[in-house]
């Protein structure tokens, strides 16, 4: 019986433990042909199912066992889990290719598509209520056309740093919306409007930027332009499409979101061409910032194995450890 109609009980990624034992198929996001330190090759692999992903080792490799398979592939993994600096990885003994066509999609699929539903209406409920007409019509364009709002609905908001997952980008967006609805109140020259539309916009350029079907990674002009940059050029692109129909048509809105899209990292090291200079930059910047590193800080608790310790292991990326309150004794 094809494998796509049978039930099957699969021993998913977010089931694994330090020594599990691993006869399974996973889907190969990344892999990499390194070298250690003896001058032996190997091969660092990213393996996914629908539960999540680890990395995996695959020791006394060559080029031509690296050639033999490609990202995006379905590889049947005969292997062992193991902790290592406190992260599991998966050492793997031996592989071989699957066919697609013997894959069940479910497996493998990681988007909530009834959650994505409820996000979405949760999204255009709130550009709703936007009352400028040129934010408005400017909004509007974005979530009405054919192709950029079906990706919106799908995109991670990144790779691996936060809300790397299908659907990310929406789910990061929803949360400012609703933060960046309650503070607006709080400060009354905030202008709202422009507000909720600089979040919409903010992170739009990673239609662009990031591949998202089948594994998650950088297109060739997402690494070599970035999404800030490519947010600039399709917001101008919808200016340029809903021009003629709003009147009268004030350039500086345009400006103040483009300078929304390119300010949002906040400092110049952190890839923002201009630090924010408005008042709605401002907002913007320390609500995308909180929310990205509370999703990674919680994301890091979550997949900490180290039940013995209230504390995770090291994270370059945030750049300290965390405590695990709901862990501690």
Do not use: C
């Not at 497996?107 to 979405?120: C, E, Y």
């Not at 949002?264 to 923002?272: D, F, V």
């Amino acid at each position: 019986m094809n494998k796509a109609t049978q039930p099957t009980s699969r021993l998913v990624i977010a089931s694994l433990t330090p020594q599990s034992q691993v006869d399974e198929v996973y889907r190969v996001s990344d892999k990499q042909l390194r070298t250690n330190r003896q001058g032996n090759h190997y091969i660092l692999l990213q393996l996914a199912d629908r539960t999540g992903s680890i990395s995996a080792m695959r020791w006394n490799a060559n080029a031509s066992l690296y050639e033999s398979f490609q990202k995006g592939d379905y590889l049947h993994v005969h292997g062992a889990a193991q902790l290592h600096n406190g992260n599991l990885q998966l050492i793997v003994q031996s592989w071989s290719r699957v066919d697609p066509q013997q894959i069940s999609p479910t497996d493998f699929d990681a988007m909530d598509h009834a959650l994505i539903d409820s996000l979405w209406q949760e999204l255009v409920g709130i550009a709703a209520t936007i009352q400028q007409e040129q934010v408005r019509s400017l909004v509007d364009a974005l979530l009405q056309h054919p192709d950029w709002s079906r990706a919106y609905q799908s995109a991670p908001a990144g790779v691996k740093t936060h809300h790397a997952y299908p659907g990310g980008l929406l789910a990061h967006v929803v949360s400012l919306l609703k933060i960046a609805d309650r503070i607006a109140p709080l400060y009354p020259e905030l202008n709202r409007d422009l507000l909720l539309a600089g979040v919409i916009f903010h992170d739009v350029g990673k239609l662009q930027e990031l591949a998202f079907e089948g594994e998650l990674t950088y297109t060739d002009e997402g690494q070599l332009v970035g999404h800030l940059v490519q947010g600039v050029v399709m917001l101008r692109a919808l200016a340029n499409e809903v021009r003629s129909k709003v009147s009268p048509w004030n350039e500086q809105i345009v400006y103040r979101l483009e300078h929304m899209i390119v300010s949002h990292h906040g400092a110049l090291e952190h890839g923002s061409p201009r630090v924010p200079m408005t008042l709605e930059a401002i907002v913007l910047h320390a609500i995308d910032d909180m929310d990205a590193k509370l999703n990674a800080a919680l994301g890091l608790i979550d997949s900490d194995l180290n039940s013995d310790s209230d504390w995770t292991t090291f994270n370059p990326t945030l750049g300290r450890k965390l405590f695990k309150p709901s862990r501690s004794k």
